[in-house]
């Protein structure tokens, strides 16, 4: 990352792993994955028949958007 690119915060780990007696666990997926795949399904609950590449591509970054604004609420709340 260079120096101007801002830092994502996104929201640490969620579902870690649990990787045996003794070895603790394992980083899970970020809140921020997890946030994104839950609007993308959202949005594509009822989908189109024939949806064209470029709309897939807008919701994508519609639910990483809706991702990183609810880490930005949760952050103004802890």
């Known amino acids: 990352m260079s120096e101007k690119t801002k830092e994502i915060n996104d ?16 980083d899970g997926m970020s ?3 997890y946030f ?9 609950a009822n989908p189109a ?5 470029s709309i897939a591509r807008v919701k994508a970054v519609w639910a990483v958007a809706d991702a990183d604004a609810l880490i930005k609420e ?3 709340k802890l």
């Open 74 to 76: 949760l952050e103004k």
């Open 31 to 33: 809140l921020r994955a």
């Open 11 to 26: 929201g640490g780990n969620t579902f870690p792993l649990w990787t045996g007696i003794g070895c603790g666990y394992k």
């Open 36 to 44: 994104a795949g839950q609007a993308l399904a959202g949005l594509n």
């Open 49 to 53: 028949p024939q949806i064209a590449d």
